[in-house]
């Protein structure tokens, strides 16, 4: 069981990036500027909630674990121990230290008062 959650926790990350990609943003891309702004933020916003926590936080504390626990059973602990590099660089660490910082600065871009020049950059 600890197993399938492992792998069921990264599974949901990915779809989650899939579908943001290929729905999410295109849809966004065809708004004018100052509501693609105010979209992204609304999102950005109901994003932090627990179940996309759970996934988040979840998968960079089960992949170790399950890796560790599948050690000399090869070549699953391979596979568990590149999932676990991959997860904590490619999702983990591209989301923490680009994404988020990029997040909190369109946060705190103000809508209310910005011109359609400063809303376009």
Known sequence: ????????LPALMAGLFYAW????????????????????????RAI???TFFAAFFGAPIFLPISSFLHYGQSPRFWFLLA???IYLIGTFGVTIFGNVPLNNTLDRFDLKTATEEQVAQ
């Open 21 to 44: 990609s290929c729905s999410v943003m295109l849809g966004f891309a065809r708004l004018p500027d100052r509501e693609f702004v105010s979209a992204k933020q609304a999102t950005n």
């Open 48 to 50: 932090q909630n627990s």
């Open 83 to 85: 999932a676990t590099v």
């Open 1 to 8: 069981m600890f197993l399938v959650i492992t792998a069921t």
